[in-house]
């Protein structure tokens, strides 16, 4: 009896001791064993050293997990999309680089309108240089436009021509570093009490057009100019610094220029000219003959047998200027076409004589400040 009650508690100290292992090992596994375990294919489970062992290990808190993001990273990404952003903002300028340095618009930039860039080509060359090539079909054109009777190459004309004045060295491309703002002055009537003479002062560059006056007429058209262009039947003598530009309408027209300056033996083209003129020869430009054939046929599309003088230099001035205001154009109030110095304001020789359409050049010049290529005062 006394043997079956030792039995007995050895037995109940047996099942103690292996209670209180049990209980051990699910408290470890409770407190310490991961709440994700991840896929497995298989699993064992560890017994309660193993998981002491492990657990002992130090945690590493220099390494994160791959799916927390600090600040460090954010910063990090930042700078890489900002540069990213820089590259690709350099190659659109690359690409399309900023043309001129005003700050307002350039003329020369074909995106803001797409009518404008139909009709202006910026390979136009608007200057006359001394390698030009011609092409053979324009300068055929151009030679008829007005029969002067010269028997002379305009090879052989140009060569004696930039004997007298020096070739052109002058860039009319767009730079980004300058803004070049043209105030084109015709002579319409419309001028008279405009009060626009200090405004067109106020350019960087004034161009007048064949005999406009200043003197008497400061308050409407002002007093600065800094071109001034002509044909031989249109010429005045210029003051000191003012660049003589002519538009050669024939052959003649630049032989004349040549005389005009050195020995003033060409008196007469199709009628009595100016035989000798005052400029500084140093200033000297002369258009193109080409030009006249692209505005021809670019822009007034071959209304009227040719473009007038203003129409020539308005397209000019869009070749060689950043930003472009045009005053004195038109008829005045009650119609009629006349020079602002002038008394006679029933004249409209322009409008009849059928070499100029006055109309659709007028249409277009509206055109071109509609679409903000110019500013248009009237």
């Known amino acids: 009896m006394f043997c079956k009650r030792k039995l007995y508690v050895l037995l109940g100290i047996a099942a103690a001791v292996f209670l209180l292992m049990f209980a051990s090992q699910s408290v470890h596994t409770k407190h310490y064993l991961p709440v994700a375990l991840g896929p497995f294919t298989t699993w064992t489970m560890s017994t309660s050293k193993e998981l002491e062992d492990k657990l002992a290990v130090p945690l590493d ?11 460090d990273d954010i910063k990090e990404e930042e700078k890489e999309e900002e540069e990213e952003e820089n590259k690709e903002k350099q190659l659109t300028e ?3 680089p900023r043309l001129c340095g005003c700050s307002e618009s350039c003329v020369s930039d074909l995106e803001g309108s797409e009518w404008f ?3 202006y080509d910026p390979q136009q060359q608007p200057i006359l240089r001394a390698n030009h090539n011609f092409e053979p079909d324009a300068i055929k054109w151009w030679l008829r436009l007005q029969q002067s009777g010269a028997e002379q190459t305009l090879e052989d004309v140009m ?3 930039f004997q007298v004045i020096p070739p052109p060295t002058v860039d009319t491309n767009p730079h980004p570093s300058r803004c070049r703002k043209c105030a084109v002055i015709g002579n319409s009537g419309n001028l008279r009490n405009s009060g ?11 161009i007048r057009i064949n005999r406009a006056k200043t003197r008497g007429f400061e308050k ?7 071109h001034h262009i002509m044909y031989p039947e249109s010429a005045v003598d210029l003051n000191p610094g003012v660049s003589l530009i002519l538009l050669p309408f024939k052959l003649r027209d630049l032989e004349w220029l040549t005389s005009a300056l050195s020995t003033g033996e060409v008196k007469k083209t199709y009628m009595r000219v100016k035989e000798r ?6 200033k000297v430009l002369v258009v193109n003959p080409l030009f006249f054939k692209y505005v021809h046929d670019q822009w007034t599309e071959h209304h009227g047998r040719y473009p007038s003088t203003g129409m020539l230099t308005i397209v000019f001035a ?3 200027c950043d930003q472009v205001s045009v005053f004195g154009y038109g008829a005045d109030q009650q119609g009629n076409w006349h020079h602002y110095w002038e008394n006679n304001h029933h004249a409209g020789a322009f409008r009849k004589t059928g070499v100029h359409s006055a109309d659709f050049e007028t249409e277009v010049i509206h055109q071109l400040a509609k679409e903000g290529k110019i500013s248009l005062h009237l």
């Open 277 to 282: 003129v005052n400029a500084d020869k140093d």
């Open 61 to 71: 808190l220099t390494r994160r997990p791959s799916n927390i993001i600090l600040s």
């Open 318 to 320: 869009l070749h060689t």
């Open 117 to 119: 860039s139909k009709h």
């Open 220 to 226: 409407d058209v002002g007093n600065r100019t800094t």
């Open 196 to 206: 626009h003479g200090e405004l067109i002062d106020s350019h960087s560059f004034v």
């Open 94 to 96: 690359e690409s399309n």
């Open 159 to 161: 060569s004696k021509m």
